[in-house]
């Protein structure tokens, strides 16, 4: 078993330690390559519980934040979902696992370029991307399924609700920093 196999295997249980139960879940993050969504450097930290940047002043998440946020959204596989915060591509590629359709909005532009790259690399067909801002949402394609924000907001932003179906589910950070966020499940 190599280096990369055993620290995936230490954080796999680890998050369930920490309350990911959903075998899903755990499944989908235990089969994404960390490594392919980190800058080289940090490829020794891949699958330690630790945001690390991608540059643009933006971090990829820690694994147990994208676990706890994935969990809420009690996906399945027929689901059509919209992710505001595309960033490294990390959760997206596990939203793709457990959805039908990912639709994926990123403001920096040369994250979204590289995020893309790894989509193709890694053979993925169902994540539809593009640059804009996150807030307004994606009209043409609404409504969806479930919506997670992953960075935080003031407050929810309106086009979002309005583009989440009836018995849609959207997962947000709300609060103006850091320290005073907190995770929101919309029903």
């Not at 997206?92 to 457990?98: D, G, P, R, V």
Request: charged share 20%; glycine share 6%.
């Amino acid at each position: 078993m190599n280096a990369d196999a055993t620290q995936k295997i230490r954080l796999i249980m680890y998050l369930r330690q920490q309350g990911i139960h959903s075998t899903d879940v755990l499944s989908a993050i235990e089969r994404t390559p960390r490594e392919s969504f980190i800058p080289a450097m940090f490829h020794d930290q891949a699958y330690e519980d630790l945001a690390l940047p991608i540059g643009r002043g933006q971090t990829i998440s820690q694994p147990l934040i994208v676990g706890i946020m994935t969990q809420f959204l009690n996906l399945k596989k027929n689901m059509r979902v919209l992710e505001i915060g595309t960033g490294s591509g990390y959760h997206t590629y596990i939203l793709s696992q457990l959805a039908r359709f990912v639709y994926t909005i990123e403001r920096h532009k040369p994250l979204l370029f590289k995020s893309e790259k790894i989509f193709r690399k890694l053979n993925v067909s169902n994540i539809f991307s593009k640059h804009d801002d996150g807030g307004l949402g994606w009209k043409a394609q609404a409504p969806f399924d479930r919506i997670i924000v992953t960075a935080s907001a003031p407050e929810i932003p309106k086009n979002l609700l309005n583009q989440l179906s009836e018995d849609g589910i959207m997962i947000i950070p709300v609060g103006d920093d850091y320290s005073d966020q907190v995770l929101k499940k919309i029903k």
